[in-house]
């Protein structure tokens, strides 16, 4: 099990002072909206990187194999109807 102080063993004492700090001073509605964007970036990241693997791919494939990257084979074909390692959307 790894410990809290693990994720930060390479960063400087005094540099995750200051982000825990600022992260303390957050409210509830600052925070949520930190994650919201992140999850906004990683789903972006994942997207482009659709994009590079299939260049001649439509949105609905871009937006069909990102989102299979996120879900599992089953929730792909409950939800979208669509089996991310048979066939092409």
Sequence with gaps: MQRFADYYRDTDPRALEVFLSLQRRMTVAEKMT???QMNEMLWGLAEC?????YPQAGEREVFLRTAARFHDPGT???VYGW???HSTP
Excluded at 49 to 53: D, E, Q
């Design 76 to 78: 792909m074909m409950r």
């Design 83 to 85: 089996d991310p390692g």
């Design 34 to 36: 930190a994650v919201f």
């Design 49 to 53: 990187g659709v994009r590079k693997m």
